[in-house]
């Protein structure tokens, strides 16, 4: 199953997003979060979780720099807001034996801040759920980030792994589209990027041109809806007056 997410802890974009958008979860990070403004972090993330319910998820990282401290981190967080939650940890030195641990205590976990094959490589054979590859950072630091994503993507498929790529860190929905076409399974977005993908002045272009010609046929604001209604009652109004 391919996904998207929302990458953010912003309540009205969080909001939009799963009205409106086919978001199937809500990643977060320190920096995200920050972005926020004073916000009490655990009431806020509660509040997302409210909002993604049962059938999106929800994935929150650690911040500890030892893997002890990391494990407890994690347990902390699974402890306050649920064992549901994905939890976020980077593919460092500490990380990795951390995410170890956790996958196999049962625990969900999402490993990110992943810059190369090598990492992804790491966390797929330690067991993480999601892989979640930084694109835009990668090609900040001249590194391909399709590249990354197919060679994960075929080592992934070689050992029959269930841990899915996760792409992140977009300035662009070109960089969206070419991640899932090198073989991520899903793509964790800003709101702007699915507002821009979707405000395209072709898009509403090609709609306004067809309303145009909708409206030289049947007249100003009619719609599929009302040239039916507008039919029946002529039909109607036809009907009375052949009985006058
Ligand atoms: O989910 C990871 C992502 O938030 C990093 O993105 O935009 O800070 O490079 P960015």
């Known amino acids: 199953m391919y996904e998207l997410m ?10 939009e997003g799963i009205a409106a958008w086919p978001i199937s979860g809500v990643t977060t990070n320190p920096s995200i979060l920050r972005k926020e403004g004073d916000i009490d972090v655990y009431s806020r993330l509660a509040e997302i979780k409210k909002l993604c319910g049962s059938q999106r998820s929800l994935h929150v990282q650690t911040v500890s720099t030892t893997t002890r401290e990391i494990i407890e981190e994690a347990r902390f967080i699974l402890d306050r807001l649920g064992c549901d939650v994905y939890v976020k940890i980077p593919v460092s030195a500490a990380g990795l034996p951390a995410i170890k641990t956790l996958v196999s205590e049962g625990v969900k976990v999402t490993a990110t801040a992943i810059y190369t094959t ?11 759920d999601y892989i979640a590859i930084y694109l835009n950072r990668m090609e900040n630091n001249c590194i391909d980030p399709f590249v990354v994503i197919s060679e994960i993507r075929s080592f992934l498929d070689g050992m029959n792994s269930r841990s899915k790529i996760l792409a992140a860190s977009f300035r662009n929905i070109s960089q969206v589209t070419s991640a899932f076409a090198s073989g991520a399974k899903g793509a964790t977005v800003g709101a702007e990027i699915i507002r821009a993908a979707l405000g395209m002045p072709s898009i509403n272009a090609a709609i306004e041109a067809f309303m145009e010609d909708f409206e030289a046929i049947h007249g100003a604001g009619q719609t599929m809806m009302t040239i039916t209604k507008m039919k ?13």
């Open 6 to 15: 929302l990458d953010t802890a912003n309540l009205s974009d969080i909001r």
């Open 118 to 128: 090598m990492q992804g490589i790491l966390a797929g054979l330690a067991g993480a």
């Open 232 to 244: 029946k009652a002529a039909v109607n109004s036809a009907a009375f007056l052949r009985l006058k």
